[in-house]
């Protein structure tokens, strides 16, 4: 369905919005820039801004909802019979590989990285969608396992992925923010990336593969 002229206008008005916001985040950092001023920017009310994004954490952090959803993506779209492990580390050497945003490895990258360890209200904000992130992928595990409410392997997994994951992306952003050059941290955190998930196939193994072929659904211990 084509968009409408009132959803084109909203979303022009939130693009804007974000644009000026992270234009002066970057001119003068987070924690030095005030709603009204990004509202002043953009041409807008305070009110407006806060229609758009609810606290000024979501100025920086537009994105979120697609960070918080994308490991349940990885994890849904594994092939039949590929391993959640084998699933992330296909995704994370992908990212790599096409220096996507979605692990931090963009061009860039780097200074939003910056802009996050210089503000505490960002590494607060940044800390609560880590602990979402791993929330979700674990319900999404335990729900496709049928796993029993009181078996703590969907979070023990989820924990072990996502921390791999960001382990590894810490790793890059430091080399980025000391003026390494790509084509020196790209095949070294290949590497990186290789041993890492090498480590959590020989842990975690088969966890929350997916049959090869379709079979019956096991009784949960505590369904009636």
């Known amino acids: ?22 234009g002066l985040f970057l001119s003068r ?17 305070v009110n407006t801004v806060f229609n758009y994004f609810p606290a000024k954490e979501d100025l920086f952090l537009d994105r979120q909802d697609q960070v918080e959803s994308m490991p349940v993506e990885v994890a849904r779209g594994r092939a039949p019979g ?4 084998r699933a992330f580390r296909r995704d994370f050497l992908d990212a790599l590989k096409t220096r996507d945003w979605r ?11 910056g802009m996050v360890a210089g503000s505490p209200a960002l590494r607060a904000r940044m800390s609560e969608l880590h602990l979402r992130r791993e929330t979700l992928l ?9 796993a029993d409410d009181d078996d703590l392997t969907p979070r023990l997994v989820a924990a072990h992925l996502l921390n791999t994951t960001r382990l590894l ?4 952003m430091r080399r980025m923010l000391a003026g390494e050059a790509w084509e020196t941290i790209g ?3 290949r590497t990186q990336a290789g041993r890492a998930f090498d480590l959590l196939e020989s842990g975690l193994g088969d966890q929350f593969r997916p049959p090869d072929s379709a079979a019956p659904p096991r009784t949960r211990k505590n369904s009636p």
């Open 29 to 45: 950092g987070f924690d030095n820039v005030t709603v009204a001023e990004v509202a002043r920017a953009a041409d807008v009310s």
């Open 103 to 113: 692990y931090g490895l963009n061009e860039g990258g780097d200074v939003f990285a």
């Open 187 to 189: 095949p070294d955190l």
């Open 1 to 22: 369905m084509d968009e409408g002229l009132r959803e084109r206008k909203k979303r022009e008005t939130r693009e804007r919005i974000s644009d000026m916001a992270m």
């Open 138 to 146: 674990a319900a999404a595990l335990a729900e496709d396992a049928d």
């Open 169 to 172: 992306s810490d790793y890059a």
């Open 82 to 85: 590929e391993s959640v492990v």
